[in-house]
């Protein structure tokens, strides 16, 4: 029986500068750092309050085709990964001190029906999303119900 989401997969342009701008920046911490054959190299990290869950940092290569891995590497130097989700208790104070250390962000803190949002960019351009979460039910959102 599946118990939980253990691993999932951040696309990244340099490892090494992706694990240290979600450790030194965003305050993960740093899992794996293993080279495998044909230098292929599994680097992951995982927030401290949420060990379980550990957060690959990728470059588009093997096991994906050369095309493939190109498409992801152009979307990555367009900006136009997205990547994850994270939950934070205080947005704007959030938005404030990662702006303090540089993250370039692209929509600032807004109120929105789920809480209070901003839209970051990792180092890679993938679009991080900081989600202070408030209690919402269906009625929240102005959307056509059958």
Not at 5 to 30: H, M, N, P
Not at 43 to 53: A, F, G, I, K, N
Not at 114 to 138: C, F, H, I
């Amino acid at each position: 029986m599946i118990t939980n989401i253990s691993l999932v997969t951040v696309y990244c342009l340099d490892q090494d500068k992706a694990r240290d701008f979600y450790v030194d920046v965003l305050g993960f911490e740093a899992g794996a750092d293993i080279t495998m054959g044909e230098g292929f190299r599994w680097v992951t990290v995982r927030h401290p309050s949420q060990p379980e869950l550990q957060v690959t940092l990728m470059t588009p290569g093997p096991p994906l085709d050369p095309d493939a891995a190109d498409f992801i590497r152009r979307q990555l130097e367009k900006g136009a990964m997205g990547g994850l989700g994270l939950s934070v208790d205080d947005c704007r104070k959030t938005f404030e001190e990662l702006s303090a250390k540089g993250v370039v962000f692209l929509q600032e803190p807004a109120d929105r029906p789920y809480g209070v949002e901003a839209v970051m960019r990792d180092n890679s351009g993938n679009w991080l999303v900081l989600v202070e979460e408030k209690q919402w039910t269906p009625e929240n959102f102005d959307y056509p119900r059958d």
